[in-house]
């Protein structure tokens, strides 16, 4: 199978939406889907589409957590900091992972496989500490866990695919 | 429709709001994001007043985007407006103690020092997005709030000379607190890290707008019975001679 280039993977998610602005958000969440982040060429082609100021997807792109301008890793993980987290000691949890992939939150991993950032509350504090990588949950996690549920996610882990 | 302000018995439309009824009565309310010719923004929080609905209990509202009603009562100033406007103030100023314009005599006026550690000490944006709404309204939409929280800012798409600029300089006219920096050197003018062809008036040689800007109104149609080669004042006159002329 011929892959798809980047602007043939763009138009196909683009034209998929109707030419008007309110439908620009779930393009932006696609596309960061399919690339995990925003390529430049997508905001553009999707304003020409959506005949909207291109500053406005600008705007939306740095303004939702859920988009990235920049290339996210391929596992997300997100260490929870909320409250009842932070209290079950989720500092020496952003630790343990800064350690282990040698990134700090708001980071891309050398390798490419792994985004780390912090979040305010999952919402699942009765497991706090709470850890989520893509859309696994992983509560009460210990120091010592740590290491084995992130090199799960890499390749050939049980949790990479 | 009838309400009172300040005691004083005014007159006004449905679907006008109390600040505006109130600076026709003479009444002025501090205010940093009100522009007559955009839309409010209710952005600076200035503008606060007490309003009281007729037979409804009183609340503090912002008076620039607040409509009339029939037997509304409304008043100015209170010792609860001046706290508040207070605390306003004090936030304002800590945000852009840079700020030019009314943002430092209000302060001057209503007795507030910043007392905190300003985030940034050389900022004037106060994030009121008149700007914002000015290039929507008037040129192509080409800035915009972006990011969000401490790090809310006004940029261009990817904080670069915007393309779409036509270098109208609406931005930087609308802007209360002198944060967009616009210069004319008598050729050119230089905004958002854009430069621009300033194009001169054939009658009288001043400078008068940017190549780009008249191609935009061109475009839309705002020009459509203008001569736009003209600068606007001789334009006026041009216009008024073929009146006379009749
Ligand atoms: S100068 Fe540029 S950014 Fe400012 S209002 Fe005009 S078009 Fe918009
Ligand atoms: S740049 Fe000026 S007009 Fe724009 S938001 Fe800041 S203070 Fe308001
Ligand atoms: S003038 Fe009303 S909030 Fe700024």
Redesign the pocket.
């Known amino acids: 199978m011929v892959e798809k280039t980047e602007a043939e993977q763009i138009q196909e998610i683009i034209q998929h939406y109707p030419g008007q602005r309110r439908h620009a958000l779930a393009a932006m969440q696609d596309m960061q889907h399919c690339f995990n982040y925003l390529p430049r060429a997508g905001l553009v082609a999707l304003a020409e589409h959506m005949h909207c100021p291109l500053v406005q997807l600008y705007s939306m792109a740095t303004f939702y957590k859920a988009l990235s301008l920049k290339p996210k890793g391929r596992h997300i993980i997100k260490v929870c900091d909320g409250t009842a987290c932070h209290i079950k000691g989720s500092m020496s949890m952003i630790d343990g992972v800064q350690r282990h992939l040698k990134i700090s939150p708001g980071d891309v991993s050398a390798d490419g496989q792994f985004s780390v950032e912090t979040v305010n509350c999952l919402g699942t504090c009765a497991l706090a500490p709470v850890l989520l990588v893509d859309e696994k949950h992983f509560g009460k996690v210990t120091l010592g866990q740590l290491p084995q549920v992130i090199d799960s996610y890499k390749p050939g882990g049980g949790n990479d695919g | 429709m009838r309400l009172t302000i300040d005691g004083v018995a005014c007159e006004a439309e449905a679907g006008e709001f109390v600040k505006a009824v109130a600076e026709r009565a003479g009444i002025t309310i501090p205010s940093i994001c009100h522009h007559s010719a955009l839309p409010g923004l209710a952005a600076c929080r200035l503008c606060l007043v007490e309003a009281t609905p007729a037979g409804k209990r009183t609340e503090v509202v912002t008076s620039c985007v607040y409509p009339v009603s029939e037997g509304l009562q409304v008043v100015t100033m209170s010792e609860r407006i001046q706290r508040l406007r207070r605390t306003v103030l004090k936030l304002l100023i800590c945000r852009a103690p840079a700020a030019e314009g009314r943002l430092a005599e209000y302060c001057q006026e209503y007795g507030v020092q910043n007392n905190f550690t300003p985030p940034d000490p050389d900022e004037k944006c106060i994030l009121c997005g008149l ?1 914002v709404k ?2 929507e309204e ?6 915009a709030t972006v990011m969000r929280g401490v790090d809310k800012q006004i940029q ?1 798409a990817f904080a670069e000379a ?1 393309t ?11 802007c209360p607190t002198g944060k ?1 920096s ?1 210069t004319d050197d008598g050729e050119s003018r230089v ?2 890290g ?1 430069r621009f062809h300033l194009e001169k008036c054939p009658v009288c040689g001043r400078p008068f707008a940017t190549s ?2 008249l191609a ?1 109104l061109t475009h839309r149609q705002v020009g459509e019975s203008l001569d736009l080669t003209l600068c606007p004042s001789c334009r006026a006159q041009q216009a008024a001679k073929q009146s006379v002329r009749g």
């Open positions: 700007c000015a290039c008037l040129g192509p939409a080409a800035i261009s915007p779409d600029c036509i270098g109208c300089s609406s931005c930087a006219k609308v967009i616009c905004i958002w854009k780009e800007e935009w």
